[in-house]
């Protein structure tokens, strides 16, 4: 039997290595949650109960999956209604060409197109007028059915 060269076995190693780190970065999946937080969004813009997501990192398209339409009041003025697939694109600090995303306005559901961060703020556009408010605002996600007033709604029932 041949004997191997050492600079084959180095090589033969770095591969094992790379092959290996590879393999463990694909079951390393970020969450949508996490994914939001790299793009420089807060955790809250989704609801509690993201089934799963899809990224294209190189155009910024993606989907994002929930167990079904989920709608909920914010400060007891803001309606909000996700469908159960929400699309768009994401890039750093803008969410844009949303799809999935309404706010009732009076009585009219309007759709959120396009969220921003400027600033400590956070700006919604449903195209023909938009509304900022506080990142910090968004640090929790909110839950379907309740928002972000879950307790307060259990005692009142």
Not at 6 to 23: C, F, G, M
């Amino acid at each position: 039997m041949a004997a191997i060269s050492p600079s084959r076995a180095i090589l033969a190693t770095l591969v094992a290595v790379l092959v290996s780190a590879a393999v463990a970065a694909s079951n390393d999946t970020l969450t949508a949650y996490e994914v939001l937080e790299e793009y420089g969004f807060p955790i809250g813009l989704l609801p509690k109960g993201v089934v799963s997501y899809e990224l294209n990192s190189s155009t910024g398209k993606f989907s994002v999956y929930l167990n079904g339409t989920c709608t909920f009041s914010l400060e007891g003025s803001y309606d909000i209604k996700y469908k159960s697939t929400v699309t768009g694109y994401i890039s750093s600090k803008k969410l844009y060409s949303l799809s999935g995303i309404s706010v009732k306005v009076l009585f009219f559901w309007l759709s959120i197109v396009e969220v921003t961060v400027e600033d400590d703020d956070l700006d919604f556009s449903v195209g023909i007028a938009s509304a900022s408010f506080a990142v910090s605002n968004f640090a929790v996600c909110p839950q379907c059915g309740c928002g972000l007033d879950c307790v307060s709604l259990a005692a009142v029932e």
